[in-house]
Each structure stands twice: as structure tokens, then as C-alpha cells.
């Protein structure tokens, strides 16, 4: 099965700043005759289930800001939120879809300075 | 896009078993599979199972093959989990999650999500 890693575990930063959170798989998630890394994020507010933000490595889904964004390929990915905004504390998930079952990352949460 | 509403909240004593509703509305409930994720108490995510809408193909984790059943009525639209031989440390928030594109023939990623549904297992 593959193993999905975050860091950090957790992330403070001031309003307005960016964020970066990353995410490593054990292998590699991308498959080169179709061109796409099968790795999602997902943003968990509190007492709310998760809200898929991204997919497909880096398309974004309809409805989430554009200062969310994502890359990475192969075995290594991040997502990035520009000018932080106070609705945006909450705890993101990577997971990916490539082979076997589903799996998640820890979790990275991420809070106001 | 879709709305999944599950069944309430339930306890349960070790060793009984629970089902989990999740109805959909508002998009073809054929074409989409379903998935089933959990979360313990202040923990991460973690994936159960799936099911095909369309073909009723299912696969779950080897975790809890012997324990979980994904099941799916199509004249309701709703989809079906059940736990067997509950522990207590299967207390945690279950969630169904609909893939994101159509007929796939494995779990992908999860465009929408239920509201959750707390299970509490306790003597």
C-alpha cells in the first residue's frame, strides 16, 4: 500500500501570508501515458467533514478560491495558499488514488499567527 | 453536484454490529461510486471501503475485509455501511464521500461528502 506522508504537522502564519504545506508519497503517484498524478487535498474545518480543493495534483475544484494551488508530480507535491485568510484554519489532508487502497497523510493543521 | 445525508448517530455495545445510511439527491446516483472514510477522535482520515453505484463492484481495505459490507440500494438512492463485531476503538465519526468522476472502476478522489455519522461503541 502506499504510505502518504505530510509535513509539517502543524503551521502558523500571520494573515495575509503564504502557506505551504507538503506531501510525500512512498511511490510514485503520476502515470506518464495518461499525464496525471492521482493526488488530492482536502481542507477539514472544524466540526465539518472534508471539502475536496484539489485534484488531479493541481486542478482546482469549482468553488475554491484561486488563492489555493497545487503541484508536484512523481513522488513529491505541495499546496499553497497565498494570502492567508482567517477561514482558512483547518487541518488539510493529501491523499491518493494511483493503486490499492485510498490513503490519506496525517493531516497538517494550520493556524493564524 | 449532489447532497449525501447520512443516518443519525448511534451506540453500540463491543461485539454488535451498526449500519450507516447515506442518501443521495440532486445527481444520477448510477454513475458515481461511493466510499466510506472514518475518523477517530482527534485523528486523521482513514479509508474503508467502496462501491460501484453502476456495476455493484465493491473492494474495502484489508483492515476490515472480514468485518465490513458496502451495500447500495438503487430504488432509494442510498448507500449502506455496516461494521460487524464492533470494538471500542471503531468509535469515530463515518463518513460516505462520492467520487468524483463517473463509472470508475476503482475509488478515486471524493467530490462530495456526507455530514458524518458519529458511532460510539461502549459497555
Known amino acids: 500500500d502506499i504510505v502518504m506522508t505530510q509535513s509539517p504537522d502543524s503551521l502558523a502564519v500571520s494573515l495575509g501570508e503564504r502557506a505551504t504545506i507538503s506531501c510525500k508519497s512512498s511511490?510514485?503517484?503520476?502515470?506518464?501515458?495518461?499525464?496525471?498524478?492521482?493526488l488530492a487535498w482536502y481542507q477539514q474545518r472544524p466540526g465539518q467533514p472534508p471539502r475536496l480543493l484539489i485534484y488531479?495534483?493541481?486542478t482546482r475544484e469549482s468553488g475554491v478560491p484561486d488563492r489555493f494551488s497545487g503541484s508536484g508530480s512523481g513522488t513529491d507535491f505541495t499546496v499553497t495558499i497565498t494570502s492567508l485568510q482567517a477561514e482558512d484554519v483547518a487541518v488539510y489532508y493529501c491523499?491518493?488514488?494511483?493503486?490499492?487502497?485510498?490513503?490519506f497523510g496525517q493531516g497538517t493543521k494550520l493556524e493564524i499567527k | 453536484q449532489g447532497q449525501l445525508v447520512q443516518s443519525g448517530a448511534e451506540v453500540k455495545k463491543p461485539g454488535a454490529s451498526v449500519k450507516v445510511a447515506c442518501k443521495a439527491s440532486?445527481?444520477?446516483?448510477?454513475?458515481?461510486?461511493i466510499s466510506w472514510v472514518r475518523q477517530a477522535p482527534g485523528q486523521g482520515l482513514e479509508w474503508m471501503g467502496w462501491?460501484?453505484?453502476?456495476?455493484?463492484?465493491?473492494m474495502s481495505a484489508q483492515k476490515f475485509q472480514d468485518r465490513v459490507s458496502v451495500t447500495a440500494d438503487k430504488s432509494t438512492n442510498t448507500a449502506y455501511m455496516e461494521l460487524r463485531s464492533l470494538r471500542s476503538d471503531d468509535t469515530a465519526i463515518y463518513y460516505c464521500?462520492?467520487?468524483?468522476?463517473?463509472?470508475?472502476?476503482?475509488?478515486?478522489?471524493?467530490?462530495?461528502w456526507g455530514q458524518g455519522t458519529l458511532v460510539t461503541v461502549s459497555s
Open positions: 488531479w495534483a493541481s
Open positions: 491523499q491518493q488514488y494511483y493503486s490499492g487502497p485510498p490513503s
Open positions: 440532486g445527481y444520477i446516483f448510477t454513475s458515481h461510486g
Open positions: 464521500a462520492r467520487d468524483g468522476r463517473v463509472r470508475t472502476d476503482d475509488p478515486e478522489y471524493f467530490q462530495g
Open positions: 511511490q510514485s503517484i503520476s502515470f506518464s501515458p495518461n499525464n496525471k498524478t492521482y
Open positions: 462501491i460501484s453505484i453502476y456495476n455493484g463492484y465493491t
